[in-house]
């Protein structure tokens, strides 16, 4: 059964790109003022195209509207490896294109006349990679889950031990709940030789009526 092809979701798009031919890199990595870049090789439409968890850089022919080349974003390795800004503006970068015949690959020379178009393609890719993060921990995090709900330790739910070890103790204050009749609840409680009135309460107890005193 022929497997249905994938929706795939445009985050980025700009008709105003451009490609070149390069030079090998220096050992600081690629430098645009060695391009040329008055003359490019071709002026290309660009865009930034996710399928599920797989994202690629598309560049068409301005005029026929047929695909130029095509940057495959490798996961699991560093944005760079396939999409690297140079070092001398953030207008252009090389991509790592590959032939989805052959298999083989090349890297190019990309840029924008725009600073603000380099800008939103970079947003975009670094979207891209941020939903990659947030997948592989959404899923460490049902595995952990899963993993305790079957009694199995996961790798990411260290064991609490919450017991006493020797020679420790637990100290527990309770507050006594003291109500609005603070003296009467006092008073309740003390022992009638302790039964005493304050210097500062403002009152004293009274004797006993006379005709208990001899009781």
Not at 102 to 129: K, P, T, V
Request: glycine share 6%; aromatic share 8%.
């Amino acid at each position: 059964m022929q497997e249905e092809p994938r929706a795939e979701l445009t985050t980025f798009s700009c008709r105003e790109s451009v490609v070149y031919m390069i030079p090998p890199a220096s050992t600081v990595g690629h430098r645009a003022e060695l391009w040329n870049v008055d003359n490019p090789l071709q002026d290309v439409t660009s865009s930034v195209v996710t399928s599920g968890d797989d994202c690629w850089v598309r560049l068409h022919d301005v005029a026929s509207g047929d695909l130029f080349a095509e940057c495959p974003i490798m996961k699991g390795k560093p944005l760079t490896s396939t999409v690297e800004p140079v070092v001398d503006s953030s207008r252009y970068f090389v991509l790592r294109v590959v032939d989805r015949d052959s298999g083989r690959h090349a890297f190019i020379g990309f840029g924008f006349r725009e600073r603000a178009h380099a800008s939103d393609f970079a947003a975009a890719l670094s979207d891209y990679q941020q939903y990659l993060k947030r997948s592989e921990e959404a899923a460490a995090m049902q595995q952990a889950f899963a993993a305790a709900e079957s009694g199995e330790q996961g790798p990411n739910l260290p064991t609490l031990d919450f017991s006493l070890k020797p020679g420790e103790t637990v100290s527990l204050k309770l507050a006594a709940k003291v109500s609005a009749t603070r003296g009467s609840f006092l008073m309740e409680r003390l022992p009638a030789a302790e039964a005493q009135p304050s210097e500062n309460s403002g009152g004293a107890l009274l004797a006993p009526p006379p005709h208990e005193r001899g009781m």
